[in-house]
């Protein structure tokens, strides 16, 4: 977070964080569910404190399910075309990648959460995240 901090700090073009006071807390809300809250209990370093590959996988699965319903509840009330109405933010920088974990490595769907799924899919349209996509990598 701080790097991204740091990158919207010395680009300001387009700038990602929102300078509304409410809307840049959401965004910092939405953000910290995901980088402290869901990411962290996915890290493969974690595998050494599991005996089998699947105690881990029901782990990280119920932590990263968890946390999916916290953002749908919190993108209920914020989203629009992105995390936060129509601005491109942080949020949906953080959003993406993991989404795409959620969904590859962890199999999970987002069936359950209409608001991620759509906001999800309307952000793997968009250029930036074309670009970036890790199948390009």
């Known amino acids: 977070m701080a790097i991204l901090q740091y990158l ?3 680009r300001p073009e387009p700038k990602l ?16 569910t995901i980088v402290s809250g869901i990411q962290p209990l ?3 370093a974690l595998k050494n404190h599991f005996d089998t590959e699947e105690q881990f996988h029901k782990f990280t699965r119920h932590w990263c399910d968890r946390g999916l319903k916290t953002l749908e509840d919190l993108l209920t009330k914020s989203s629009g075309r992105y995390c ?3 601005q491109l933010t942080l949020a949906d920088i953080c959003l993406v990648p993991q989404l795409f974990n959620a969904t590859t490595r962890l ?5 359950k959460y209409p608001t991620l799924s759509k906001l ?6 968009e250029s930036v995240f074309k670009q970036t996509h890790p199948k390009n990598i």
């Open 8 to 10: 919207d700090d010395t």
């Open 120 to 125: 999800y899919e309307c952000l793997l349209n």
């Open 107 to 111: 199999q999970l769907t987002l069936d």
């Open 84 to 86: 936060l109405g129509d």
């Open 17 to 32: 964080i929102p300078s509304p006071p409410l809307a840049k807390a959401r965004m910092f809300e939405i953000c910290e």
């Open 42 to 44: 996915q890290n493969i």
